[in-house]
T-cell receptor, first 112, second 110 residues
Framework: GENVEQHPSTLSVQEGDSAVIKCTYS??????FPWYKQELGKRPQLIID?????GEKKDQRIAVTLNKTAKHFSLHITETQPEDSAVYFC???????????FGAGTRLTVKP | DVKVTQSSRYLVKRTGEKVFLECVQD?????MFWYRQDPGLGLRLIYF???????EKGDIPEGYSVSREKKERFSLILESASTNQTSMYLC?????????FGEGSRLTVL
């Protein structure tokens, strides 16, 4: 089955700096790559996703890049704010999405 | 709004007890999932289901079973709870595509 690895496990940045989280996957059949944000005590929620026919996707301060050849994808957050502090999870699955595997998570702390 | 409801937010059980965790979704989603969340280990897939009465093992199915008798309901069963099953359990559903999670069920096994 799919194996997703995520780095770093913790990340601390100053407010206004950029943050980058990287993930690799093992199964070449995976073609859907979502990112979830989990705030303390809350459920994970989708923040952005990318499909394998796209190399990059951007939504305001958040962007995701995908390199299918190298089997890695990354989350980029620019102009970080304290409310970006949370645990972020990457995931990978076939497009039908019924076999979703997650990375171990990255705890992002944005210092004011 | 998609709603995924887990019946119990907090449970405390004794070793050897049978435990049922219930999950109901109201969006007619085909796929349903059970994950276990532990610090440093992320979300690990226990079982998933892509149709009524269908189930597939995830990465850590040992000690668990599931039931999906109706499309909207997916139950996780611990036949004989053990202390190493103390964890947060998250249910999710999808169309497919985006996963919608429940609030989670924190299970403590003493």
């Amino acid at each position: 089955g799919e194996n997703v690895e995520q780095h770093p496990s913790t990340l601390s940045v100053q407010e206004g700096d950029s943050a980058v989280i990287k993930c690799t996957y093992s199964d070449s059949a995976s073609n859907y790559f979502p990112w979830y944000k989990q705030e303390l005590g809350k459920r994970p929620q989708l923040i952005i996703d990318i499909r394998s026919n796209v190399g990059e996707k951007k939504d305001q301060r958040i962007a995701v890049t995908l390199n299918k050849t190298a089997k890695h994808f990354s989350l980029h957050i620019t102009e970080t704010q304290p409310e970006d502090s949370a645990v972020y999870f990457c995931a990978a699955s076939p497009l039908r999405g019924n076999d979703m595997r997650f990375g171990a998570g990255t705890r992002l702390t944005v210092k004011p | 709004d998609v709603k995924v409801t887990q019946s119990s937010r907090y449970l405390v059980k004794r070793t050897g007890e049978k435990v049922f965790l219930e999950c109901v979704q109201d969006m007619d989603h085909e796929n349903m999932f059970w994950y276990r969340q532990d610090p440093g280990l992320g979300l690990r897939l226990i079982y998933f289901s892509y149709d009524v009465k269908m189930k597939e093992k995830g990465d850590i199915p040992e000690g668990y079973s599931v039931s999906r008798e109706k499309k909207e309901r997916f139950s996780l069963i611990l036949e004989s709870a053990s202390t190493n099953q103390t964890s947060m359990y998250l249910c999710a559903s999808s169309h497919p595509g985006e996963l919608f999670f429940g609030e989670g069920s924190r299970l403590t096994v003493l």
